[in-house]
């Protein structure tokens, strides 16, 4: 580039800024100098020490021979921006409760109610139902379990494979469809502007099948 017609340049804006123009530049005497004298950047020719040893290497990329290249955090970087990102508000100002219950329970009746943490192996719709899910779960006896519930209008059977649900384990076998079911899951309900909500119970996928809730 040459420094005469650079130097043009600047005087030219020097002129639009006497007209008010506040974005143009200031004549700068020391960047034409080293423009005459041949500036790297702006003449002749510049090379790094990285590049000259993609050169000397045969290096197909200039990070194969940085000496001390910048390092990363490990882990997904995406994954722990879904985790940080903000929680969803959920607007509950239309939502109805059924009442509390005003009658008691004794202690001992409630403790005879086996809770327990079950992991789901396989569910699949029942045939010829439009309510039941049949789900093959995994108590921690070793012995796979069948309960049936009646959620799917709420759920899709394999988005609910591998959770981790709540069960009542020592209900009466209760036989739905010709299936036997063994207990029942756990699950919250509400109504919303007139239509019934739920909720099936899923805890941390941590909780070991068999888990018992006190």
Known sequence: MNPEIQRANFEEQLKQ??????ETMDLDE??????????????????????????????????????????????????????????EKVDFS??????LFTDYVDFETFSKSDFRAVKVKECNAVPKSNKLLQFTLDDGTGKDRTILSGIH?????????????????????????????????????HEV??????????????????AKLY
């Open 17 to 22: 800024k006497a007209q008010g123009d506040d």
């Open 153 to 189: 209008a709420y759920y899709e059977p394999e988005e609910l494979v591998g959770k981790t649900l709540i069960a009542i384990t020592n209900l009466p076998p209760r036989a739905m469809m010709g299936i036997e079911s063994e207990g029942m899951l756990l699950s919250a309900i």
């Open 30 to 87: 020391d960047y034409l100098k080293a423009m005459e004298q041949g500036m790297p950047p702006i003449s002749g020719l510049g090379v790094g020490i990285d590049r000259l040893m993609m050169l000397l290497f045969n290096a197909d990329s200039v990070r194969d021979v940085v000496l001390f290249p910048m390092m990363k955090p490990e882990g997904n970087d995406k994954a722990k921006k879904v985790q940080t990102k903000k929680e």
């Open 94 to 99: 239309n939502v109805v409760i059924e009442p």
């Open 193 to 210: 502007n007139g239509e019934e909500g739920l909720n099936l119970l899923m805890v941390d996928n941590k909780i070991p099948a068999g």
